[in-house]
């Protein structure tokens, strides 16, 4: 059974950077073919897909905030983690990790529970 558990601060302050893990277990990150996404979902709003890194550490992120984001791996702890420069109010969601087992467009498979993140002073 693969799980996915993020973990990081709920509460982030404007300007700084939002930093998030995903753990994974049941599978390894590295595991051919296999791509591991972060995701998020403002209040009242769609999801939206903000990057993934793939089975061979490549990263691939949204054009909307390539700029803001990196999606690195720790693979000897089976973790992928997620940065987001210079957060506003704006940055405020619940945000998923998931696998996605197809290139884009990525077909998910396995979500986290997600966490909630508030950008607030």
């Known amino acids: 059974q693969v799980q996915l558990q993020e973990s990081g601060p709920g509460l982030v302050k404007p300007s700084q950077t939002l930093s998030l893990t995903c753990t994974v277990s049941?599978?390894?990150?590295?595991?051919?073919?296999?791509?591991w996404a972060w995701i998020r979902q403002p209040s009242g709003k769609g999801v939206e897909w903000m990057g993934t890194i793939a089975y061979t550490g490549a990263t691939h992120y949204s054009p909307s905030l390539k700029s803001r984001t990196t999606i690195s791996r720790d693979t000897s702890k089976n973790q992928f983690i997620l940065q987001l420069n210079s957060v506003t109010p704006e940055d405020t969601a619940v945000y998923f990790c998931?696998?996605?087992?197809?290139?884009?467009?990525?077909?998910?498979?396995?979500w986290g529970q997600g966490t909630q993140v508030t950008v607030s002073s």
């Open positions: 049941g599978d390894a990150i590295t595991t051919n073919r296999l791509y």
């Open positions: 998931a696998r996605a087992i197809t290139m884009p467009p990525y077909e998910f498979d396995y």
